[in-house]
């Protein structure tokens, strides 16, 4: 899986974010390196959602934080339209991504618990030096579905965990972004809270002419939301392909497991020998990530070619591409 | 769903020998600065053996409380009052006392909650944490002990059992700690085991994982199992019966089949439309519930939804609805209890 290449960008199209090559190591105290993102590439349309699908420690979050600069990459270019964003000093980072705002997991951790609504939400454009209005802050307000009579003047305590995330979208809001950064935004929430912050993103994406990265561990979140999906394993990429067809037409071993693991509604009676059944074993370290494919070792269809060769990104079908040596058509392997 | 509802109905009678759980009207009223939380509010059902009663809903329905109270971790104190009873194995478990409690738990019921790493000591060895109510229950020695746990590892499917042993806690993954969390609830072979949200924490692929080998123990050791989780998913596909619970009351019960595939209760439905599915295309408006589960120091008087239910009527705030009131009108069938007064779907039996 986790593949190298860049087959899936899409050069010469209108892309909003170009990220190529992203490598994020973390060292660690015993003189060894975590190897978080090891060299994935995506694009990014304008209007277009992508969604980032992974477990936990795929490097999912990692590629997120890395786009933003927080911290900037180990390697890699992050070009927000035309502007590169990586080996540039502070300032001018902080002045570029300005266009792109993030929305993380924890909405209550991520705001400020001693300031009020209005001031959080006011927070971004007053760092920037900006004028800011109450009418600005009571239509934003509204935008995200709140009553600007009702939270003006509450702290995060006083709302719920939907509510402060509806705040946490005020705020990113408020810079008018090109780019919305979305970091597992309703693995927190309720189903019926879920529901709820899930249609305000697709509505405030319409309205205000977003782009959207959307990372989360939820397939069907990711499928409901999402134009294009991106599948991480390990820091690798291992599949992209449109979202309508996460469901059926999905190739990788990786993206199997995920789909057969998913608990559903209405069980189907699971056949013998499915990869789910067959693939065993627990992620492995980042500090020491296998050779070749990173997810040969729990792999039902690995082969030797697996371990020598990292498979490369390639086309199978329009719009889907594919990090595998053993699946999908034109596998060099018997899949 | 209002008070002293009877025994919902438990499957044919070929199972019902002697229930392994029986809860007859369980109260929990927490004490609050802000006044008084009834947590749990007239709950009743019963659980044969080797049987598995999913219990879904979302945070503060009160699913929680309910477990540990079952389990006697909640009783009547300066917080709290309970009533009510609940009888495990035929014991009483609110008359137990302290030192009966400590027979009754790690013998009689196992409970896995959902952080495995605050559930076991950051400072004892894995080996400690599954010895412990080995050599307290049973009379085994320090090696028999040992050689039990090993064997108890092997069961739930950690690989080279007898090293682990002499690990600590941080030294195991998620899926590895929650393993050795169920190990150990499972070491004296209880007739009942409570799993709060056992998959919660956990990444899917290691849930499934988890959830295979909580139904092949139940298989091998015939426990019966109070499946507590706010995923549907994960209740739909492992329980015989479910339970839905909105704000401190069961609102509707069935045979999972029936519960989610013919929905009465309109919380019920209203749930199962929240939830994104990957059988729908990309970019479906999802079918969010509006407003908010009620304040739970002066809930509403009549149905407890009405507030949020697009079916609501006059009559649904004046008294709550009962859960058997629909089998008593012939709505329902038998086995499948709500309580609504505008139940959907009801013509489509």
Known sequence: ?335 | MNSTSALLPDRPAAEQESPVLIVDDLRTQIHTPRGDVQAVDGISFTLGRGKTLGIVGESGSGKSVLGRTIMGLYSTGPTMTVSGRVLIAGKDVHTLGASGLRELWGSDVGMVFQDPMTALNPVKKVGVHLTESLRRHRTMNRAQAKAHAAELLNLVGIPEPRRRLDQYPHELSGGMRQRVVIAMSLANEPALLIADEPTTALDVTVQKQILDLLDRLQDELGMAIVLISHNLGVVAGRADRVAVMYAGRVVETADAAALFGLPHHPYTEALLEAIPRLDQPPHVRLAAIDGAPPNMVAPPIGCRFAPRCRYAQSDCTLAPPSLDGAVTRGIATPGHSFACYHPVNAGGQ
């Open chain 1, 1 to 335: 899986m986790a593949g190298s290449g860049v087959a899936h960008l899409r050069l010469g199209a209108e892309q909003i974010l170009t990220v190529e090559e992203l490598v994020v190591q973390f060292p660690t105290k015993g003189g060894q390196t975590v190897h978080a993102v090891s060299g994935i590439s995506f694009d990014l349309l304008d209007g277009e959602t992508l969604g980032i699908l992974g477990e936990s420690g795929c490097g999912k979050s990692s590629a997120g934080r890395a786009v933003m600069q927080l911290p900037p990459p180990t390697a890699g270019s992050v070009r927000l339209g035309n502007d590169e964003l990586t080996g540039l000093n502070a300032q001018t980072v902080r002045e570029r991504r300005a266009r792109m705002q993030m929305i993380f997991q924890d909405p209550v951790s991520s705001l400020n618990p001693r300031r009020k609504v209005k001031d959080l939400v006011a927070e971004g454009p007053k760092i920037w030096g900006r004028e800011v209005t109450r009418e600005q802050i009571e239509s934003v307000l509204h935008a995200v579905g709140l009553d600007p009579a009702v939270v003006w003047e509450r702290r995060p305590h006083e709302l719920s965990g939907g509510q402060c995330q509806r705040v946490c979208i005020a705020r990113a809001l408020m810079l008018d972004p090109e780019v919305l950064i979305c970091d597992e935004p309703v693995s927190s929430l309720d189903v019926s809270v879920q529901a709820q912050i899930l249609n305000l993103l697709e509505e405030t994406k319409q309205r205000y002419g977003l782009s959207m990265v959307f990372i989360a561990h939820d397939l069907a979140v990711v499928k409901n939301i999402s134009d294009r999906i991106m599948i991480m394993y390990l820091g690798k990429v291992c599949e992209v392909l449109p979202a309508s067809s996460l469901a059926e037409r999905a190739l990788h071993p990786y993206t199997q497991l995920l789909l057969e693991s998913v608990p559903d509604m209405t069980p189907p009676p699971i056949e013998a020998g499915t990869v789910a059944q067959r693939a065993t074993g627990e992620l492995p370290s980042p500090l020491n990530p296998p050779s070749g494919c990173r997810f040969r070792t729990r792999c039902p269809l690995a082969t030797e070619e697996c371990a020598a060769v990292e498979p490369q990104m390639r086309e199978v079908e329009q719009g889907h591409f594919l990090a595998c040596h053993n699946s999908g058509p034109g596998a060099s392997g018997v899949a």
